[in-house]
């Protein structure tokens, strides 16, 4: 089983970014434990962040026929993305939308997901652990 996990917008500044909101680990951090954690579940994971919208589009389009599922933190275009969404839809690989922030109790806009609708499940609020609990339910999928 082969998962592509993406993290969008400013996710490459955890650690920096907002702590009180992202907690002080960096995306290096995070991308270790999501290794150690497949390694344990036995698939494959490639990981990927961009800032760039349609960097993203693309890395899901080339999912097709690839990968069996999808692990995506959109991030701020988890507001505003329409084409992620439509990019989603169109290869019907099953997708986690994860958030490690809860973004339902922050501000309103944040409130609004556009990727939520393609997706089989959304995780938030639980930080890094909500990757992991991501990465299982994927790797479930298949068993």
């Known amino acids: 089983m082969h998962i592509l996990v993406l993290n969008g917008p ?7 970014r907002e702590p009180q909101h992202y907690g002080t680990q960096t995306l290096a951090d995070l991308i270790d434990m999501l290794e150690h954690e497949a390694e344990n579940l036995g698939v494959s994971l490639e990981c990927y962040q ?3 919208e349609g960097d993203l589009v693309d890395k899901i389009q080339a999912a097709y026929g690839k990968a069996d599922g999808i692990l995506i933190n959109p991030a701020a275009y988890t507001h505003t993305s329409v084409a992620l969404l439509d990019a989603v839809k ?4 099953p997708t986690v939308e994860v958030h490690i922030s809860d973004p ?3 501000d309103d806009f944040r409130k609004v997901s556009y ?3 393609a997706c089989i499940a959304t995780i938030k609020g639980k930080g890094f652990a909500g990757y992991i609990e991501g990465l299982q339910l994927l790797a479930n999928l298949k068993k």
Request: no cysteine; aromatic share 0%.
């Open 104 to 106: 339902d109790i922050r």
């Open 115 to 117: 990727i939520r609708q």
């Open 10 to 16: 400013n996710l490459n500044m955890l650690g920096i």
């Open 50 to 52: 961009s800032n760039h």
């Open 90 to 93: 169109a290869v019907q690989i």
